[in-house]
């Protein structure tokens, strides 16, 4: 294959070019309570020169990692210059229709742009002036509809008829960008929108038998799929404010037998994210931060692992938008 | 709805598949009709026509694969991918100094499902012969397709431990830098793809599958594999892009442009029926090697019982990116009567024409 530049710092290659810490089941002890801010430090320095963040240190800016970086340094009361530079990289990046793609070398997919709109209206102050970016942002997610296709109870059944949200225009909704999108609508105040409902509606839809969501599939063919600890707890955020339904009932459940023996971050923090979302934070939800946090620490930073970490304290998180 | 920008255009006028699994537009062409329709011929004049084209063009094609007998995990994994490198022809000169980069199939874990993914024993064997071989590097890149956790992934298949004892690097190709690449192959509307840089700045790309039938596409191999060099945060999760564009037309589309230098096909224990991640275990017993991935994929094919012929993806993509007719392929190692073993697929429409084989 052809041999593409490297980057200057292998270490700080994209995904990370080092073996993966092993999970940190044997570390039992006590953990220093200021991982936090250790954290939320160093996260803050791994901004690069634009003001972004990428999905790796030095890699490309990327709006994903930008808008929960800015979120978590927020709830962290940290670093506010570096959260207005953040906004306004976000705002550059933000396409003419109110789009805001993947990076600055895309001009789509355009997923993230729920992300962005969460940032720029829930970073209290640093987000004054961002009155006509969220504007645009939100007519383009009440723009965008995940493509429809006609029932196939054979192949599927989940209702294929509603509309949610796609990762890629022209295709079909799926669970992490619908609920990315509702929480947008909501922090927007447009949790009474009819697409905003009917983004309710599919992520109730595609709640799986047993508890949970995944991707977004409940059964293909014969087989009822597996939920997705991740999934689950940005679904349950999403729903925050609704009525509790067996659903919601049934996700917590499953959070709750499942997080106890993860150790990988997203997993983690979004699956917390969903319980506190329904004031169901399990006991232990410190202990197990802090583990994680400790094995994040033993690598070069991922900044959109480290701030959905900080994201899913004790504090008030900003992604949660109550009812 | 109009086409999103960026090469990424999927709309109306690429759809000639439905959504995985879900039902196609009306009067369109969905992915379960085109594949019931009967196998090649039924992809349309794009692909069955380019299929009969370059089957001719077959006769100067020739391409040498591997098979190898191990009866599980803890077999000398090692010392039979090194005489399965030798047997085909990879020699040292070829890979002293070079990236290498294994690219194993973790499209999603489930703590009693291990035949999901290819085992970790199979990529540490791999990446000690490429060691062994003087590379610069080797290290293991993957880009799932149904969970957006590399970690949890890892954790749970038992390779994040694995990569870790033997100081092995792991890339997530899901949230990769990316760069975008004209299609080489042309079977979808994609103007180009988007691949992560790691992918580019490896010298081999070692595609690394576990052996499974797919209840879309009939079989899941080497080809196949490829959908997990596609980054997530450009296709998404399940990286519906490719299935809209039609997932054999997309098979051709990502190999013809990535074009990996080598295959080595976890066939010990596969996965028949529902897959690639509700199926049952298939035991076969066998590593499969080759630098040719459609030849490697007709071999495996006929290892589960099957015609290559019979898929649509290798039926396209035979003389174009690749011998799959069995004059065409050198066979070394054990004869793929010692072990093949007949993989049962779903009983389903477009998979029958492949079980009749």
Known sequence: MQRATRLDDESAAPGGRRPLPRPPQIETGPVSSDWRSVLAERLAGAANAAGAWGYAAVSTGCAEPTALAALALVAQHAAPLRVRCALDWLAQLQRRDGAVPVSAQVSSPCWPTALAALAWLRCGSAADGFGRRIAAAIDWLLETRGRAVPPDPAAHDHDTTLGGWPWVTGTHSWVEPTACAVLALRAAGHAAHPRTREGVTLLLDRALPDGGWNYGNRRVLEHVLRPFPATTGLALAALAGEPRTAAVDAGLDYLARELPRIHAPLSLAWGLIGMRAWNATPAQAEEWLAACARRLLERPVIPHYEALLLLAGPEKCPLIVPG | ?357
Not at chain 2, 46 to 68: M, P, Y
Not at chain 2, 83 to 102: F, K, N, P, S
Request: hydrophobic content about 45%; some cysteine; charged content about 20%.
């Open chain 2, 1 to 357: 709805m109009s086409p999103d920008r960026a090469g990424l255009k999927v709309g109306p006028m690429n759809q000639r598949c439905a959504a995985p699994g879900a039902s196609q537009g009306r009067g369109r062409l969905s992915r379960r009709r085109l594949l019931a329709a009967g196998g090649a011929l039924a992809l349309g004049w794009s692909v069955a026509g380019s299929a009969l084209w370059w089957r001719r063009r077959e006769n100067g094609q020739r391409a040498a694969v591997f098979i190898g007998r191990a009866a599980d995990y803890a077999a000398d994994l090692a010392a039979l991918i090194a005489a399965g490198l030798r047997e085909i022809g990879l020699t040292r000169t070829q890979v002293r100094g070079r990236r290498v980069l294994l690219k194993p199939n973790l499209v999603e874990t489930a703590a009693d499902r291990p035949h999901i993914n290819t085992h970790p024993a199979l990529v540490l064997a791999a990446a000690e012969v490429f060691r062994r071989l003087d590379a610069a590097e080797v290290f293991v890149a993957e880009g799932q397709g149904h969970r957006r956790d590399s970690w949890l992934v890892l954790d749970e298949s038992g390779m994040g431990e694995a990569l870790a004892q033997a100081s092995i690097e792991f890339v997530d190709l899901n949230h990769d830098d990316v760069e975008p690449v004209p299609n080489a192959g042309g079977w979808t509307a994609l103007d180009q793809l988007y691949l992560p840089r790691t992918l580019r700045s490896a010298d081999i790309l070692v595609s690394m599958p576990k052996l499974k039938t797919h209840h879309w596409a009939g079989v899941t191999c080497a080809m196949k594999n490829l959908f997990g060099v596609m980054p997530g945060i450009v296709y998404g999760w399940p990286k519906n892009v490719l299935h809209w564009a039609g997932i054999p037309q997309a098979i051709l589309d990502i190999s013809a442009t990535v074009r990996p230098a080598l295959a080595i096909v976890d066939a010990i224990v596969g996965m028949e029926g529902d897959g690639p991640i509700m199926g049952t275990p298939r035991h076969v017993g066998a590593v499969v090697i080759g630098r040719n991935l459609p030849a490697v994929d007709a071999t495996c094919v006929r290892l589960m019982g099957l015609d290559p012929q019979r898929v649509p993806y290798l039926a396209a993509a035979s003389g174009r990116l690749g011998p799959i007719r069995a004059g065409n392929i050198a066979q070394r190692g054990e004869p793929i009567a010692a072990l093949q073993t007949r993989f049962r697929l779903l009983d389903l429409p477009h998979l029958r024409a492949m079980q009749r084989a």
